[in-house]
């Protein structure tokens, strides 16, 4: 079958950056399964990966826009160190859900200097164009209870019912 809405797509994949650096890979892992159109992975690679079936092989580069999104400098703040207190051992490249008016969003440490911390919760992958190669290695049908929750179940699920 072809890759359509409601279609479990198990993939391997390789993602570089725009230097032609791999960021990540599920190459020698397990096969990345996902739901198409509800969401589970980036809305480029879902258009790119529409109407393919099981042996295709694609590349497909994404602008941020249909990736992690623009980088958003409001995004980086600064705090001051006591804003951290019960936190131990504060490092760059900690994550924090951080409280915002739009609700909570997850945030990193990106520096410390002297009594301030800087916090950004853009995407790590925020205004970078993605270089993805994918080859398509299952695809089915998703079961009604992996339709009403909106995710994959088996082999690679991990939450409890
Ligand atoms: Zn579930």
């Known amino acids: 079958m072809k890759i359509q809405e409601n279609a479990v797509v198990g993939m391997h994949y390789t993602l570089k950056n725009s230097d032609g650096e791999v960021i990540?890979?599920?190459?020698?892992?397990?096969?990345?399964?996902?739901?198409?159109?509800?969401?589970?992975?980036?809305?480029?690679?879902?258009?790119?990966?529409?109407?393919?079936?099981?042996?295709?092989?694609?590349?497909?580069?994404?602008?941020?826009?249909?990736?992690?999104?623009?980088?958003r400098e409001e995004l980086i703040q600064e705090a001051p160190v006591s804003a951290f207190q019960g936190v131990d051992n504060l490092e760059v490249g900690m994550g924090f859900q951080a409280e915002t008016e739009q609700g909570p969003i997850p945030v990193r440490i990106t520096a410390i200097e002297g009594e301030t911390v800087t916090v950004d919760g853009n995407h790590e992958l925020a205004g970078e164009k993605l270089f993805f190669s994918v080859s398509i290695e299952e695809v089915r049908e998703a079961t009604e209870d992996e339709l009403a929750h909106g995710h994959i179940h088996g082999e690679g699920c991990n939450h409890d019912h």
């Open 24 to 71: 990540d890979s599920s190459e020698g892992g397990d096969v990345l399964s996902y739901l198409q159109g509800a969401g589970n992975i980036i809305t480029g690679l879902e258009k790119a990966l529409e109407g393919k079936e099981k042996g295709d092989k694609i590349d497909v580069s994404i602008e941020p826009e249909e990736g992690y999104g623009p980088h």
